[in-house]
């Protein structure tokens, strides 16, 4: 089972930028990706990765604005996060699974078996 942490959360204002970071102990071939949660909302997909082929998907919320990008040799997964908005406001985590996934199944939080344990984002108007 691969460990998953985040980090580079913090509060920013409407407009700005962040970068969070996840350190993997291990990297998968397979996918990883980036899920949120706002307080009284189900998990989200926002960005997902296949490390194999470097495809990417975004959630249509997110499209445009957020960016996931890998780092092999540093066993790292980034989401560099612009133009915030404050319903961005949320935990986000770092996932990760080796199984094939089809179509949308890859925004779904079932699909991932390795989970981060997340790092606070708040956006201010």
């Known amino acids: 089972q691969v460990q998953l942490v985040e980090s580079g959360g913090g509060s920013v204002q409407a407009g700005g930028s962040l970068t969070l970071s996840c350190a993997a102990s291990?990297?998968?071939?397979?996918?990883m990706a980036w899920f949120r949660q706002a307080p009284g909302k189900e998990r989200e997909g926002v960005a997902v990765?296949?490390?194999?082929?470097?495809?990417?998907f975004y959630a249509d919320t997110v499209k445009g604005r957020f960016t996931i990008s890998p780092d092999n040799a540093k066993k790292m997964l980034y989401l560099h996060l612009n133009s915030l908005k404050p319903e961005d406001t949320a935990m986000y985590y770092c996932?990760?699974?080796?199984?094939?996934?089809?179509?949308?199944?890859?925004?779904?939080?079932?699909?991932?078996?390795?989970w981060g344990p997340g790092t606070q984002v708040t956006v201010s108007s």
């Open positions: 996932a990760a699974d080796w199984t094939y996934m089809s179509g949308q199944t890859v925004f779904h939080s079932g699909s991932y078996a390795a």
């Open positions: 291990r990297f998968t071939s397979g996918y």
């Open positions: 990765i296949l490390i194999r082929d470097g495809r990417t």
